[in-house]
């Protein structure tokens, strides 16, 4: 009897333990990533660059999304992908305004326009807008306000990185506004970067799509 009611108890135990488990998953799946990022093990890299990715679009609403985009960054800066790293440290800035990643995303994007040459001629746009104060907008906005920055950078080296964000965009929000201008900016992005028979299909795309747009 008494081994019954000991058996009992430990199954009772470990039933909370899986309850809170489950119901803290997003904080125990980004302290897993955490601490795998921690490890700066280079092999984890493309492990981690998914895995953060996933996280962000797994949950949502998780507290912990801000420091799961800015390491995200990181990642990608110690991978040796600069470019990449600023335009995710962009990103954390846009969309996470009030968040405690927003002083380091800034000092670490100030350290990539500031050593990197491609950057030259935007390093005063981009400082005047990073210490510029964030508006708190909806998160549809906040997004939309990272792609027309990003956009703006007119950066060769984020091309491929601006079509993916501004094709998430267009499922996550296809009832923005503004999102002929989005589709105006694949067009241009396509054109931008040589690819002349994706620019015009996605032209004529917006043009059918929004044929009253301005």
């Known amino acids: 009897m008494l ?3 000991h058996l009992i108890l430990v199954l009772f135990l470990v039933s909370i333990f899986l309850s809170q488990a489950l119901a803290d998953e997003p904080g125990v799946y980004f302290e897993f990533l955490n601490s795998k990022y921690n490890q700066h093990d280079t092999k984890l890299y493309d492990f981690l660059k998914t895995e953060f990715k996933s996280f962000i679009g ?3 609403d998780s507290k912990n ?5 800015f390491l995200l960054g990181k990642v990608y800066q110690e991978d040796g992908d600069p470019h990449i790293a600023l335009a995710i440290f962009l990103k954390t800035l846009f969309v996470y305004p009030n968040s405690e990643r927003h002083s380091t995303a800034i000092e670490e994007i100030n350290l990539i326009v500031a050593n990197d040459r491609n950057y030259e001629e935007k390093q005063e746009a981009i400082k005047a807008r990073i210490n510029e104060p964030f508006e708190n907008l909806d998160l549809p906005e906040r997004h939309y306000r990272y792609l027309e920055f990003l956009y703006s950078l007119e950066q060769p080296k984020l091309y491929t990185w601006a079509l993916n964000q501004y094709y998430q965009f267009l499922s996550m929000f296809p009832q923005h506004e503004q999102i002929d201008r989005v589709h105006r900016w694949i067009a241009g992005t396509y054109a931008a970067m040589g690819n002349h028979e994706a620019a015009v299909s996605a032209y004529l795309k917006y043009e059918s799509l929004y044929p009253r747009s301005g």
């Open 58 to 60: 797994q949950y949502p």
């Open 3 to 5: 081994r019954l009611t």
């Open 65 to 69: 999304l801000p420091d799961a985009s």
